[in-house]
Nanobody
C-alpha cells in the first residue's frame, strides 16, 4: 500500500505545475485525498482536498482560485494543478488518503501519506 506524490520542480513566479498522487496496492475510489505542504522552518499546512466521489473540493484561502484538485479514478490518481505560483508556494507537497472521508484539514484523520515532492518557485 503506497501513495506517491510526483511532479514537483523549479518554476518561475507566475508559472504552473501539476502534481500527481498515485496509489499502488489499493484503490482510491473510496478515499478522500488531501494535499498538504510544508515550507522550510514552518509547520505543515492544509492546501486542499477532494471528496472521495470527486463531487466536492475544498481549498485553503491562500491557494483558492489558483489551485485545482481533480481525480481520475480510472488511473487511480489525484492531481493538484497549481497556477499563478508565488514564491510563498515553495514547499514540500504531500498527498494523503482518508477512507470514506470528506477531505479533512486535520492530518491525523488521514490513513496513508505519500513521501512528498518539492516545489520551488523562484526566478
Amino acid at each position: 500500500v503506497q501513495l506517491q506524490a510526483s511532479g514537483g520542480g523549479l518554476v518561475q513566479p507566475g508559472g504552473s505545475l501539476r502534481l500527481s498522487c498515485a496509489a499502488s496496492g489499493f484503490t482510491l475510489d473510496y478515499y478522500a485525498i488531501g494535499w498538504f505542504r510544508q515550507a522550510p522552518g514552518k509547520e505543515r499546512e492544509f492546501v486542499g482536498s477532494i471528496y472521495w466521489s470527486g463531487d466536492f473540493t475544498y481549498y485553503a484561502d491562500s491557494v483558492k482560485g489558483r489551485f485545482t484538485i481533480f481525480r481520475d479514478n480510472a488511473k487511480n490518481t489525484v492531481y493538484l494543478q497549481m497556477n499563478s505560483l508565488k514564491s510563498e508556494d515553495t514547499a514540500v507537497y504531500y498527498c494523503a488518503a482518508e477512507i470514506h472521508g470528506s477531505g479533512s484539514e486535520d492530518p491525523p484523520k488521514y490513513n496513508y501519506w505519500g513521501q512528498g515532492t518539492l516545489v520551488t518557485v523562484s526566478s
